[in-house]
C-alpha cells in the first residue's frame, strides 16, 4: 500500500465515522433502515474503497436531504 493510498484511506475512515454519528442522532423509525446501509457501506470499503466514497456520498446525499412530509430547521 502507497502513503497515497493511506491518506485516501484516512479520508474514508473519518466520513464513515461522521455517517455513523449522523445515523445514531436519526429518530428510531429511520434509524434502523440507515445503520443497515451504512453497516453495507462499511463492508464494501473493505473490499472496494473507491466505491464505498460514491455510496457513502450518496447515502450522506439522502441524509442531507429532507423526505416529504418532514419539518425542517425552522418551520
Given at each position: 500500500?502507497?502513503?497515497?493510498?493511506?491518506?485516501?484511506?484516512?479520508?474514508?475512515?473519518?466520513?464513515?465515522?461522521?455517517?455513523?454519528?449522523?445515523?445514531?442522532?436519526?429518530?428510531?423509525?429511520?434509524?434502523?433502515?440507515?445503520?443497515?446501509?451504512?453497516?453495507?457501506?462499511?463492508?464494501?470499503?473493505?473490499?472496494?474503497?473507491?466505491?464505498?466514497?460514491?455510496?457513502?456520498?450518496?447515502?450522506?446525499?439522502?441524509?442531507?436531504?429532507?423526505?416529504?412530509?418532514?419539518?425542517t430547521?425552522?418551520?
Amino acid at each position: 500500500m502507497a502513503a497515497d493510498d493511506r491518506l485516501e484511506d484516512d479520508e474514508l475512515a473519518r466520513r464513515l465515522r461522521e455517517a455513523h454519528r449522523r445515523v445514531r442522532m436519526l429518530p428510531a423509525a429511520d434509524r434502523e433502515r440507515a445503520a443497515r446501509r451504512y453497516l453495507s457501506i462499511c463492508d464494501l470499503a473493505k473490499r472496494d474503497p473507491e466505491r464505498a466514497a460514491a455510496r457513502l456520498d450518496a447515502f450522506l446525499g439522502a441524509l442531507d436531504t429532507p423526505r416529504e412530509g418532514e419539518n425542517t430547521q425552522g418551520d
